[in-house]
T-cell receptor
């Protein structure tokens, strides 16, 4: 089944404790992206990747890191989480950068205390 | 930056009625897409319309695009309770092919 998976689905952590949210897709998509969703703000793009070893900042990259060592995986790293990073996070992938449907993962609900 | 802005923020209608949601954006775009999200779950793609298209249909969905007004509308005809969800427009700016920007969404409630 074609899908985007994220892990973990739920995470409660404390300020400053490094964490990684994994994202994997099995559709051989080139484009992958991370978003955060906050009430009233819709989805805001954190980072995106056009292909292996090619990443770029979205609208809200501060406090996040990503890597794209393999085509299928695009982990999101929070080196020192803070409470303002409490949010619902979505990973997405698509065939190309512009003009193609994005497939979304189920979301990761992160709470930083 | 907020490229897409949906209007209204919330909409409540009776089953069988039509629902219309609007999206406005600020800069020139290559494409505009509409997505649907059921409460707290991942987004599902509904339809894509390119900047050189004016109207597109998919089942009960009709999307229009007016590039001169920088706006799009999504019409859901003969709504069903199962259409209850949030609807988002997403655009990619002409100057940045790789960024996708979502609006804050319209929350649709269809009352049986």
């Amino acid at each position: 089944e074609a899908q985007v998976t994220q892990n973990p689905r739920y995470l409660i952590t404390v300020t400053g404790k490094k964490l990684t949210v994994t994202c994997s897709q099995n559709m051989n998509h080139e484009y992958m992206s991370w978003y955060r969703q906050d009430p009233g703000l819709g989805l805001r793009q954190i980072y995106y990747s056009m292909n292996v070893e090619v990443t770029d900042k979205g609208d809200v990259p501060e406090g996040y890191k990503v890597s794209r060592k393999e085509k299928r995986n695009f982990p999101l790293i929070l080196e020192s989480p803070s409470p303002n990073q409490t949010s619902l996070y979505f990973c997405a992938s698509s065939w190309m950068t512009s003009g193609s449907e994005q497939f979304f993962g189920p979301g990761t609900r992160l709470t930083v205390l | 930056s907020q490229q897409g802005e949906e209007d209204p923020q919330a909409l409540s209608i009776q089953e069988g009625e039509n629902a219309t949601m609007n999206c406005s954006y600020k800069t020139s775009i290559n494409n505009l897409q509409w997505y649907r999200q059921n409460s707290g779950r991942g987004l599902v793609h509904l339809i894509l319309i390119r900047s050189n298209e004016r109207e597109k249909h998919s089942g009960r969905l009709r999307v229009t695009l007016d590039t001169s007004k920088k706006s799009s509308s999504l019409l859901i005809t003969a709504s069903r309770a199962a259409d209850t969800a949030s609807y988002f427009c997403a655009t990619d700016e002409k100057t940045s092919y790789d960024k996708v920007i979502f609006g804050p969404g319209t929350s649709l409630s269809v009352i049986p």
